[in-house]
């Protein structure tokens, strides 16, 4: 089975531009979780979705947004953009985080996408 | 504060040597802990957990973690270490009741030295 995967690999954008990343989760996983990894730090959470509800927001900004799709897919996107923006965003399927409750549910990653903004 | 530490930015290891890579953390409660795995231009690949029992957990590619509760610590092994064991390793935590947010420590460089 395919696992996560991201598009595009690579994005290049200037300051106050908008972005939009892509990801598929694995064939029957209905979450999707998104993270910021900035250069030698580890991710950092900014989204979780299932079945199309936001369930999980961590601490960004107001230009961060989210939605997933029917198909369990998702977008990000990030509004006015920032150089401080420029990062490894990482996208994360599993099967059902059983929202409210503590879950066992393993997140799986996607290779992510490297965005760089000048 | 919610918080995951990895003290060492870097461990050196001989191959065949074994090795550890430390984790402890500050959070309430009893957390699930987990390893994730960075290699160069790659995404996190998932090791382990420890959800609840057996205080070591055994993962994949011959790594195993040991919990210890009363020092909150999740630290990672193997008794053997492998060049193409070299990578980014991630300790990561998520507390009970959180069905999304999961913390992750600075991680930790491994240097495999044939």
């Known amino acids: 089975d395919a696992g996560v995967t991201q598009s595009p690999t690579h994005l290049i954008k200037t300051r106050g531009q908008q972005v939009t990343l892509r990801c598929s989760p694995i064939s029957g996983h209905k979450s999707v979780s998104w993270y910021q990894q900035v250069l030698g730090q580890g991710p950092q959470f900014i989204f979780q979705?299932?079945?199309?509800?936001?369930?999980g927001r961590g601490n960004f900004p107001d230009r961060f947004s989210a939605r997933q799709f029917p198909n369990y897919s998702s977008e990000l996107n990030v509004n006015a953009l920032l150089l401080g923006d420029s990062a490894l965003y990482l996208c994360a399927s599993s099967l059902n985080p059983a929202a409210g409750q503590g879950s066992t549910d393993t997140q799986y990653f996607g290779p992510g996408t490297r965005l760089t903004v000048l | 504060a919610q918080s995951v530490a990895q003290p060492e930015d870097q461990v050196n290891v001989a191959e065949g040597n074994p090795l550890t890579v430390k984790c402890t953390y500050s959070v309430s409660g009893n957390p699930y802990l987990f390893w994730y795995v960075q290699y160069p231009n790659r995404g996190l690949q998932f090791l382990l957990k420890?959800?609840?029992?057996?205080?070591l957990v055994k993962g994949s590619y011959g790594f195993e973690a040991e919990f210890n509760k009363s020092q909150t610590s999740f630290h990672l092994k193997k008794p053997s270490a492998l060049v193409s064991d070299s990578a980014l390793y991630f300790c990561a935590v998520r507390p009970r009741g959180s069905a999304s947010k999961i913390i992750f420590g600075s991680g930790t460089r491994l240097s495999i030295r044939p």
């Open positions: 420890y959800i609840t029992g057996d205080n």
């Open positions: 979705y299932y079945e199309k509800e936001e369930r």
